[in-house]
């Protein structure tokens, strides 16, 4: 799939009588004069810096989780905002306010990416695989097809479905090749060969992984299929008007993407159908589609040359091979046929 441009949207939340700036990538959950637990703080969390009135209840990205957290057990003064990894997710997250005691690590979708999430390196004192998959690996429990408490659609979309957004064929921050292959592709590592955990699954990367249970069935299950991950069931990755001419995008079915198709003569449409079949491979193999898309581009007497050429180009490949002179000596009126063709 053609690579596709990262869009960042900014927009105004208006949050406890503050203005709430929530960048989709990078957007910080503001505690200037909120209110958590009565504890009033000030600074913005998720800057990576411990400011005044901040502590691990408050803003466990820049302060470190607080003692406990992490155990499997919601005890104390733990929440679903502090520690999401015991307590699980938040019911608010998402509603698309940062709100409710969520911070940037317990509602990624609400609050944004913390500054550190997405650097490579998984500090165990702020970031944990649920709150920041990308650089801490997916959490053991993700991958055993129920959605657990601790788990949402940014930090298990195999088990959670992805979220809402994905899929419109932009990768806007904060979705990344973890939480929306099919907007932001998979991961690097993906397609290297060998299945590496614990990034890399059936759902995150076939590829490497193989497919799930129950892809290949003939339906694509929106909780755990996606184009990216069982494009047997659920199709092609391509949304038209992305600005990307992606896979099976032409100039025939997404002029937007892919540009105004030009009119090509019956040859040249001849040969690019030609391109099509695998010469090399007996039966040969061969795209209808890639086919249909070469012929589209010529006029409709060209279309009929070129289909009538094709005919016997289908079963001269058994005598000829990969040998595309041979192919053209045996359809040699068919081809002359073609070359007379008037536009």
Known sequence: MASRSITVLTG??????????????????????????????????????????????SCAPDCGFCPGCGDAVCAGAETCGSCPQDCGVCASCP????????????????????AECGDGSCDLGTESCASCPTDCGLCVSCGDMACQPSEDCASCPGDCGVCNACGDGFCTLPEDCLSCAPDCDACASCGDGPCQAPNENCYTCAIDCGACPGCGDGACDATTETCASCAHDCGVCSVCGNGSCEDYESCSNCATDCGTCQTVDCFQAVMCSLGCIDLGSLPPAFSLVCVANCAAQACSDAQFFIDQFMNCAVFAIFDCGADVGCIMSQCDTELAACMGAQC
């Open 12 to 57: 105004g939340l208006a949050l406890g009588g503050a203005l709430l700036l929530a960048a989709s990538c990078g957007a910080r959950t503001p505690m200037e004069d909120w209110n958590n637990g009565g504890a009033v703080t000030t600074g913005i969390c998720g800057d990576a810096v411990c400011g005044t009135g901040e502590n691990c209840s």
């Open 95 to 114: 509603n698309g306010l940062c709100d409710n005691g969520e911070t940037c690590g317990s509602c990624l979708q609400d609050c944004g990416a913390c």
